[in-house]
T-cell receptor
Framework: KAGVTQTPRYLIKTRGQQVTLSCSPI?????VSWYQQTPGQGLQFLFE???????NKGNFPGRFSGRQFSNSRSEMNVSTLELGDSALYLC????????????FGNGTRLTVT | GNSVTQMEGPVTLSEEAFLTINCTYT??????LFWYVQYPGEGLQLLLK?????DKGSNKGFEATYRKETTSFHLEKGSVQVSDSAVYFC??????????????FGKGTKLSVKP
């Protein structure tokens, strides 16, 4: 079974631009979560989607948004990029039931210059 | 608030040494506890988990026991290998509305094992 796939692997953007990151979950998984990883703040939860609905949201500004499609694929968007948005963005999927664990992708490395 | 505290690294050990990485948590309710491992250039992989007090999670020689009385979930391995070199994250979930899709992570502990 294929794992969680994130595209692109690397991205370089300029301050003020916007960016869209993509995540394809493991087949059959209905829940997708996004995390931001930085050396200073570590891993921080962004949001979780289940069956196209946002189920939980972390403490990030409104510039960070996401969505989930009917095939469970998910995208996250960051508008008006700031230098501090440079990070590794990790997507994770789970079946969405009971205590099923998260399975992470390899991440998208975003650099804002 | 809910949080996870891990021992700071880096931790450097010789091959076959005993490993302990301390993890304590603060949470309301009854969270599930996890250890994830991250190898260079990769995402996180689930190493082991425990969903209730006194549960012991184990995998690949690693073990951790969910101790509610001390709010701890320390990771141990009896004999580490060079291939265990990675960053280890302790995490808890199930705090917000029962969802386990949003984890609270510790800062991570980098382990280096020398031959």
């Amino acid at each position: 079974k294929a794992g969680v796939t994130q595209t692109p692997r690397y991205l370089i953007k300029t301050r003020g631009q916007q960016v869209t990151l993509s995540c394809s979950p493991i087949s059959g998984h209905r829940s997708v979560s996004w995390y931001q990883q930085t050396p200073g703040q570590g891993l921080q939860f962004l949001f979780e989607y289940f069956s196209e609905t946002q189920r939980n949201k972390g403490n990030f500004p409104g510039r960070f948004s996401g969505r989930q499609f009917s095939n469970s694929r998910s995208e996250m968007n960051v508008s008006t990029l700031e230098l501090g948005d440079s990070a590794l963005y990790l997507c994770a999927s789970r079946s969405g039931t009971g205590n099923s664990p998260l399975h992470f992708g390899n991440g998208t490395r975003l650099t804002v210059t | 608030g809910n949080s996870v505290t891990q021992m700071e690294g880096p931790v450097t050990l010789s091959e076959e040494a005993f490993l302990t990485i301390n993890c304590t948590y603060t949470a309301t309710g009854y969270p599930s506890l996890f250890w994830y491992v991250q190898y260079p250039g990769e995402g996180l992989q689930l190493l082991l988990k425990a969903t209730k007090a006194d549960d012991k999670g184990s995998n690949k020689g690693f073990e951790a026991t969910y101790r509610k009385e001390t709010t701890s979930f320390h990771l141990e391995k009896g004999s580490v290998q060079v291939s265990d070199s990675a960053v280890y994250f302790c995490a808890l979930s199930g705090v917000y509305g029962g969802s386990q899709g949003n984890l609270i992570f510790g800062k991570g502990t980098k382990l280096s094992v020398k031959p």
